[in-house]
């Protein structure tokens, strides 16, 4: 196991590998990833770098690297430290109450560190509290028996959902009131060439609610795909 991965695994049995040059260890990975993350959720990646991060200890960028290596290494120990599965809700009946647990609980996630939506899926971490999202989904879809064949497709579909719809609702946060004059003027503006498009019913009656209701509208059509209709 490599250093990165021991970085990544620290917390489930893998040493934390230690600087081999240089003063005595002096700072900490957790410490580290805490203020980086911090980083990100005001200001997006951009505002992350190895510079920034060890100015917040005094640091140079040279010295963060024997904690974290390599810029993408540390972000991608901000991505695996940020996902860290936050307890579901208690176990459902139906299949269609659990996703939704699932994917809501993850849509949290993905709405406390927006960020992690703009890390693409070539990215993914191989740590373990992204691994811990993927086996409480499996888990949900072997306890209600779903056939093999449909998984790979099922975990592919909520995933993209759950990014999708998250991805909205952080953008409707950063809009003003003259971006939602603007939006509005120019959906008065559709021809009517378009009458289906017209015509289509909002999901809820408040838009900021939309991407969320969205993602368990999208669920539930999932389960009855899938043979599990809600009760």
């Not at 620290?10 to 230690?18: E, F, Q, V």
């Not at 003063?23 to 959720?41: F, G, R, T, W």
């Not at 693409?120 to 509290?129: C, E, F, L, R």
Request: aromatic letters at 6%; a negative charge.
């Amino acid at each position: 196991m490599d250093d990165h991965l021991k970085r990544l695994w620290r917390h489930r049995g893998a040493t934390l590998p230690t600087p081999r040059r240089g003063p005595k260890q002096q700072l900490d990975l957790d410490e580290i990833l805490a203020v980086a993350i911090s980083l990100a959720d005001a200001s997006g990646l951009e505002a992350v770098s190895t510079r920034a991060v060890a100015a917040h200890f005094g640091k140079t960028a040279m010295a963060l690297y024997p904690y974290v290596g390599t810029k993408e290494n540390l972000l991608a120990l901000m991505q695996d430290e940020a996902s860290r599965l936050t307890p579901l809700p208690a176990s459902h009946d139906h299949l269609a109450g659990a996703l939704t647990g699932w994917a809501t609980a993850l849509y949290e996630v993905y709405l406390a560190h927006p960020w992690l939506t703009e890390r693409s899926w070539a990215q993914a971490t191989q740590g373990p509290n992204e691994q811990d999202w993927m086996e409480a989904l499996l888990a949900i879809l072997k306890q209600f028996e779903v056939p093999p064949g449909s998984r790979t497709p099922a975990v592919t579909m909520l995933y993209a959902t759950v990014r999708a719809t998250a991805q909205t609702a952080a953008a409707y946060t950063r809009l003003t009131d003259a971006d939602l004059e603007a939006w509005q003027s120019g959906a008065a503006a559709v021809p009517n060439s378009y009458p289906l498009s017209a015509d289509l019913p909002p999901i809820t009656p408040d838009w900021r609610d939309a991407p969320r209701a969205g993602l368990v509208a999208a669920v539930d059509l999932l389960a009855v795909g899938l043979g599990h209709a809600r009760p």
